[in-house]
């Protein structure tokens, strides 16, 4: 937000907030602070801890302006996911990568992809589909071999092949990595995120591959409007990321 104007929250929330008004016109980018900044009738935007709002990529930054421009009469954060993406690389990342890179590597330690089911076939077979292309690029071209089970028990992930993911999360930089988690979280898959990250997959893709459990048992048992919901919204979310994690290379 301008220096002189409340920000409003960038957050979801179980229920509906009171959104605050549309209070200003124009909506530029400009180089500030060593990045491209987002300005408000050409007053600077900051993020919920009032630090600038500027981004590294001009594309990045053009991609933020057009959801404040696309606002209606209220500002309303859930249709703004780029700009929480951004406010929580700011704020959340910047300084402290080593501990998001750490959340990234525990994500890796148990990931989705590791855990098999028993059973039914069609699940097997549709996890195999979807699971088993990631894991063998993971081990071929990240040099991160990952060890298989049934069940849900943990198993070990060899400490070479954390080492080697942990490498590669390493060389982002803090918006990309930012990007990385959300997108790791959101999937319960480090290697996931890394597919789309190295363009192994498209966001779609590991979208897909990240929902074969829960797909199955809608396709048994149905869908409720509620987990539907949550599902589109983390959805929205996921898409930025991966959105993002484009536009940084712009």
Not at 22 to 36: C, P, S
Not at 86 to 97: E, L, R, S, Y
Not at 143 to 151: C, N
Request: aromatic share 4%.
């Amino acid at each position: 937000m301008p220096d002189d104007e409340k920000a409003p929250p960038t957050g979801g929330a179980s229920e509906k907030p009171s959104l605050p008004r549309r209070f200003y016109t124009d909506v530029t980018v400009a180089d500030e602070g060593g990045g491209h900044a987002i300005q408000l009738d050409g007053r600077p935007v900051r993020t919920p801890r009032k630090a600038l709002l500027a981004v590294p990529g001009h594309a990045l930054a053009e991609a933020i302006a057009e959801e404040w421009r696309g606002q209606g009469d209220h500002i309303d954060p859930r249709t703004m996911p780029l700009t929480k993406l951004a406010n929580t690389a700011i704020d959340g990342v910047a300084g402290q990568m080593d501990a998001v890179i750490d959340d990234v590597l525990a994500h890796a330690k148990a990931d989705l992809l590791c855990y098999r089911a028993s059973g039914p076939e069609a699940l097997l077979e549709a996890q195999a589909r979807h699971w088993d292309p990631v894991v063998a690029w993971a081990g071929e071209e990240l040099r991160a071999p990952v060890t298989l089970t049934e069940g849900v028990v943990h198993v070990a992930q060899p400490e070479s092949s954390l080492g080697a993911l942990r490498t590669e999360v390493e060389r982002l930089g803090e918006f990309e990595l930012a990007a990385l988690h959300v997108m790791t979280a959101l999937t319960g898959s480090a290697l996931l995120a890394l597919a789309v990250a190295r363009k192994r997959l498209a966001p779609e893709e590991a979208w897909e591959a990240a929902h074969v459990d829960e797909d199955f048992q809608i396709s048994q048992w149905g869908e409720d409007a509620e987990a539907k919901a949550r599902r589109v919204a983390r959805k929205r979310d996921f898409d930025a990321a991966a959105r993002a994690l484009e536009l940084c290379e712009s």
